[in-house]
């Protein structure tokens, strides 16, 4: 609802045009179940969808992460909104920096790319699955279920609560996921006049960046259990860095490269085929993540 109303004060402020914010509830906010079993990232974009292609709503806002990379019928992504900050973000008590938790400490996520690359950074932390929006997950650390969460920083900010953060992780330590810290704005292919109106909201240099990194994800062939991080930048020359970890943190695979943005697409593209050269397919195989005590990390 947050980046809906943000996407619309955007739609407004540059057409005139009121945009009435309308809530849709999807499997992906009702169910605690890991994404992983319950069908992926798409669990939060169906039910969007279903009601643009109803013509119940005009438009749909999704963040782009959760974005599958395959094309939908009879649906375009008409806008991305330039992109807020895509790092990562810890989220501890007592003010905690990751290097301040004591061995064995407890961290949420519900992610295999965060659990893997936390991994990287401390073998003896202890990896815990957690779901829920950010204040349901931040409340576990109140409740002393988990000593810290690893959150988007883009989130938080949205909500108004980057102040509950304690340390925001470069992408040299933890790269964010393909399409973090975007928005998708989308609407019926069909429906030249909100294509149009969205056209206002595009920003051309955010869209080149998360198109060569979903471009990566999808040549990797990759879901929502494989640890893979992306970040490309620029505005005419993107550069690009990206990982595929073990999900027990064993191994790591990094390339980097760059491209002018109209080739953001080969950018990613090439950046898969160097990592599948080395071997990362056999990392995106691995079903599941396991934490430091064996426990699931999905």
Known sequence: MAQSGQVARMVTSRSQRPVEVVGVTTLGDVSQAQLATIGGTGVFVSALRESLLRGEVDLAVHSLKDLPTGQAEGIAIAAIPARDDPRDALVARDGAKLADLPPGARIGTGSPRRAAQLMLLRRDLVCVPIRGNAGTRMAKIAAGEVDAVVLAYAGLERLGCTG???????????????????????????????????????????????????????????????????SAAGTDYLRMQAAVIAPDGDRVLRERGGAAAADAQQLGRDLAARLLAAGAGTLIAVPQARTSNGNDAQ
């Open 164 to 230: 509950a953060v304690t340390q925001v992780f470069e992408p040299d330590e933890m790269l964010p996921a393909p399409g973090q810290g975007a928005l998708a704005v989308e609407c019926r292919a069909s429906d030249h006049n909100v294509r149009e109106l969205l056209a206002a909201v595009d920003d051309p240099a955010s869209r080149a960046a998360v198109t060569a990194e979903r471009c990566l994800l999808e040549a990797l062939e990759a879901g929502c259990s494989a640890p893979v991080g992306a």
